[in-house]
């Protein structure tokens, strides 16, 4: 079942790519999909080392000990998505939309962990899964910030 899940999820990010890293701002979408998974991939290696958790189903797994679809595909798409909808927003607001985001996928990581080998958590709770993903979502929405800043710079 986990296997058949992996491929479903690998076949949905294809089909959804080229639909969420578009224009506008695709330079900016493109920066937010590769951070993202360049700190997810550093985050979920250090959590995977430290044996806080496992991943006993997974791509690749004589090579990763992560897994690499969730960290350098899926969660960079949601991401996307993410940075997208509050991409005009102040501070208040790009908050209170990170829990629209953080619960949900804290609620279904924690779910997902009670009912299949995708993952177990060894030293962890949804708690560290909602601080984690509010951090990794608050971190790129703040460098989407800088590099918005940055550009308006050097348009002056």
Do not use: C
Request: aromatic share 16%; no cysteine; hydrophobic share 50%.
């Amino acid at each position: 079942m986990e296997k058949t899940m992996i491929r479903w999820l690998f076949a949905l990010n294809a089909i959804l790519f080229p639909f969420v890293i578009r224009k506008p701002n695709i330079k900016e979408m493109l920066i937010v999909f590769f951070a993202k998974g360049i700190l997810s991939t550093v985050i979920d290696a250090y959590v995977v080392n430290t044996k806080r958790v496992a991943y006993p189903v997974r791509p690749f797994p004589k090579i990763f000990k992560t897994n690499i679809l969730y960290d350098l595909v899926f969660f960079p798409l949601l991401s996307v998505v993410w940075v997208r909808q509050s991409y005009r927003d102040k501070l208040p607001m790009i908050l209170l939309k990170s829990l629209t985001w953080s619960v949900p996928m804290s609620l279904t990581q924690w779910y997902f962990e009670k009912n299949t080998r995708l993952f177990k958590w060894k030293k962890w709770s949804v708690f560290h899964t909602f601080a984690s993903i509010s951090f990794t979502l608050l971190t790129i929405r703040g460098l989407v910030a800088l590099v918005k800043r940055s550009q308006d710079n050097l348009e002056k």
